[in-house]
């Protein structure tokens, strides 16, 4: 009996490792802000997150784009951009891509929108072969329009706990 239970939990186990791999050419990764008014156990704090979700080879960057700006599925996560904000057009030119949002992005100031902006750029250089992106929103009320340009070398991740850059920490970066 103690035979069959440990047969059982080793395929168990092994089936886990199976069914939580993905493909490459199938899972996209979107960063969003961790929700730091959630305890974090592991001993220090992580500014972002990644979310890995599986797509269909048929779905376009504009697809993506928009199903990203509807927030993370992970409860840990958070979405930087304000509620309503939907992708209007995507422009790609050459190494640049212009993307289009709408006015409810203008809302974003200060550290906020750099942290958006910072996340949707994350976001787009992993799906495409752009090195630069242009976030535009119109003006609208009372907030001021956006037009903000960030290239991929301009983005750094810094490991807060080792100082290591690039290992996935991202308190002060940007």
């Known amino acids: ?3 069959l239970l440990s047969i059982l939990l080793a395929l168990t ?18 960063y969003y802000p961790k929700d ?25 960057l504009h697809h993506f784009i928009s199903a990203y700006l509807k927030g993370p599925l992970d409860a840990e ?11 209007v057009d995507l422009e790609l030119l ?13 809302q974003l100031s200060g550290i906020r929108l750099t942290i958006a902006c910072a996340c949707l750029s994350l976001t787009v250089f992993g799906l495409t072969e752009a090195a630069v992106v242009r976030i535009v ?3 609208t009320g009372k907030y001021p329009a956006v037009d903000i340009t ?15 850059p690039g290992s996935g920490n991202r308190k002060d970066a940007v």
């Open 77 to 87: 996560l958070v979405s930087p951009f304000p509620r309503n904000t939907v992708l």
């Open 13 to 30: 186990m092994l089936w886990g490792l199976v069914s939580c791999g993905h493909d490459a050419s199938s899972a996209v990764t979107f």
């Open 137 to 139: 929103s119109p003006a």
């Open 94 to 106: 050459d190494d640049l891509l212009v993307i289009h949002l709408s006015k409810e992005f203008s």
């Open 150 to 164: 960030i290239r991929q070398a301009d983005l750094i991740l810094t490991d807060t706990v080792t100082g290591a």
């Open 36 to 60: 730091l008014s959630q305890p974090d156990n592991s001993g220090h704090e992580e500014f972002y997150a990644t979310e890995i979700r599986k797509h269909e080879d048929s779905q376009d």
């Open 1 to 3: 009996m103690k035979r």
